[in-house]
């Protein structure tokens, strides 16, 4: 009856070691799981973050693809005016180079 009751003892030793061994890696578990959590969170803040620097990006994209519509636009209706003014600077030299000549057979009308 001694020797059981001696292995009973050690049975029950041993089962506390085997729950004192459970409950540590339950402890290590429930620690694991709230590193976890918060490395989670931080992503979630990240996330948020990188949400927020998109958008004022994404602003900062179609405000200047809008300035460039423009720019082009403005570059186009200069590119006809400078075209134009070339057209007209064409036409006034052709102009002077006859008036020059009409003035040219003047004098030399007058000089005969």
Avoid at 37 to 58: V, Y
Avoid at 61 to 82: A, H, M, P, V, Y
């Amino acid at each position: 009856m001694l020797t059981k009751w001696t292995h009973t003892l050690l049975n029950i030793s041993k089962l506390d070691t085997t729950i004192a061994n459970f409950q540590k890696a339950m402890d290590e578990q429930v620690l694991a799981l709230k590193a976890t959590k918060a490395n989670i969170n931080g992503t979630k803040a990240d996330i948020l973050k990188m949400e927020e620097q998109h958008d004022h990006l994404s602003g900062i994209e179609q405000r200047t693809e809008r300035f460039c519509k423009e720019k082009r636009s403005q570059i186009k209706n200069t590119d006809g005016l400078i075209q134009e003014a070339s057209r007209e600077l064409q036409s006034a030299r052709k102009s002077k180079l006859s008036t020059l000549k009409t003035l040219q057979v003047i004098y030399a009308t007058m000089n005969c």
